[in-house]
């Protein structure tokens, strides 16, 4: 197995970011069709540049990052991480993509998501984890809902693209409202 595997679950599991990925996550970032959803990277990207944000992100303090792996092929397919971790008022931001587009709506974005909640709520005891969606994003936002984030508000028109204003939609769960933990069996 090339993938350590911290958070497993049926069909994934979530695993260190390896730099030796660069080149892959340069490929899916610079692919519109998955990039348009995000709202941290820029466009164009080069290998030095992904290189230089993931050296960044693996040693950031208030970070944690994860590749997805396929299990059954062994396969990075994307990423996911809680971003901004605050201890003091234990809440932080979550993030997800999955770059290998044949992964997208067979279920691997809600069971990463599960296991990045069960993470941020049971190891990291944080309280609240939230995030944004571009409301245009409905696979995204159905994903999240499944997950039991709850809408927690928008930011109305601040998302244009080709021409057209979408709003910012900002969703988030709380620790006691989490379900899906197989962390908890560990221990119980
Ligand atoms: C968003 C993302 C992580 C979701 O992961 P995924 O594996 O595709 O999601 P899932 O298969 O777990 O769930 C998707 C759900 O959306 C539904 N869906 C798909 N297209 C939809 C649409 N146009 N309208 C409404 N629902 C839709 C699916 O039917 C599924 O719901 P169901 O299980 O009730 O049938 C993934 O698609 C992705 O990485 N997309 C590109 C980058 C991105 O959007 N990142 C998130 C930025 S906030």
Redesign the pocket.
Known sequence: MKYDKIMSGKKCCLSPVSLEDAALYKEWLNDL??ST??NTRPYVLTFEKEKEILEKLVKSETDVVFGIIDKKSDKLI?NCGLINIEPISRKAMF?????DKK???????????NLILDFGFNMLNLHNIF????SF???????YE?CGFKHAGKLRETRLVAGKYYDVVYMDILDREFKNSTLKNFIE
Do not use: P, Q
Request: proline share 0%.
């Open positions: 069709e998955v959803n995000l994307g993030g997800i993509f999955i770059g992964y997208w709506g067979k279920g691997y974005g809600e069971e990463a998501t995030l944004t969606v571009f994003n409905k696979r995204g936002i159905r994903c499944k």
